[in-house]
């Protein structure tokens, strides 16, 4: 048995590994996209792998130092998106998540946030000392199936009918380059963020959008729908391995009652298929619920559901009590009581 802890400095032994394996995984997996998200996070990539004759575990997270009141600790999270762990022998599974805690406990982790991916933790979930909470519920498309059938068997009829109707009123759709939109793309995107009354989490800013591409060039494609000289919606996209996954979006609030929206993910999803992509994932809602307006929307892409759940796990609670008093020492009772419900509050 072999035990190996990547940071981005060791991408290619990993990318090795993963050949090896012959593993080719969703973009979430991809070195390159984690060193993204952990210094946007101000934190470090890290990618957990285990490895003994065919079985393999491989489980990516970012890691973050405590402020340096609070003691010399760390804490791990998954990236934005899904990322789990990944595992190919679910007998194998059981043994890695104890070498795994042995690891973290021994590096004075203190809490750890996963949010798992929708199919390689459909069934395979951390079992050790953790909360696993059902978070929302996610769109698929499978692309194993002609256009034809998916646009006449999983796309709503009102869906169909607002994208005939776009496209007999001359409106476009095309893929465009992401360093000449960029700009038009952010500004968009923060209106709609507006709009939609978002938290502070969702406006990213230009240096994350130029880190994205820098990072990810190879994975990452915008599409917009326009007519005459103006641009309707922008979406973006991560591309990997077969996985095509909706990603930002943003439409043009002065023309809100015009379903661009509508058009573009309709096209995207129709080159993705003959392309040969096998899923595709619009995400879910801004909540659980099933009269959420986002999922409502996304809904009409497909019929296919699947649940995305997020765990929950103290690898060292006598210290993760000692953080909470003097969180309370230098930012009040009140404030702790306001945000201790989220399992690493001191980083908000």
Known sequence: ??????????????????????????????????????EMAGGNAEIFLLKDKDAIFLYPYI????PEYLGNYQDITSPYGYCGPFCNDPHFFSLAESSLLDHLSSNQIVTEFVRYHYLYNKEQFFQQNIKNIHNRTIILLDGN????????????????????KLEKDGYCFEQVDYL????????MYHQTMSNAAASDYYYFDKKYFDSLHNRLTDHVTMYRVYKEDIT??????????????????????????VPASNLLLSKVS??????????????????????????KFKSNFSKQMTAFHIGKRIHLPHAYEEIGKKYVERHGQEAF???????????N
């Not at 890691?63 to 405590?66: A, D, P, R, W």
């Not at 129709?270 to 999922?295: H, S």
């Open 63 to 66: 890691k973050k130092t405590l």
């Open 180 to 187: 000449q939109h960029i700009d038009g793309f952010i500004e």
């Open 145 to 164: 199936s002609t256009w034809e059938t998916i646009w006449m068997e999983q796309f709503s009829s009102t869906n169909r009918n607002l994208v005939r």
């Open 232 to 257: 309707y919606s922008y979406a973006l996209f991560f591309e990997q391995s077969g996985f095509l996954t909706y990603f930002l979006s943003a439409r043009n609030v002065l023309y809100s009652k």
């Open 270 to 295: 129709e080159l993705a298929i003959e392309k040969g992509v096998t899923c595709i994932n619009f995400g879910g809602g801004l909540t659980n619920e099933p009269t959420d307006p986002l999922f």
């Open 337 to 347: 009581d306001r945000s201790r419900h989220i399992l690493q509050y001191y980083w």
């Open 1 to 38: 048995m072999e035990k190996f802890v990547f940071g981005y400095e060791g991408k290619d032994l990993y990318q090795e590994q993963l050949s090896t394996y012959g593993l080719e995984l969703d973009i979430y997996y991809n070195m390159d996209f984690l060193q993204h998200e952990a």
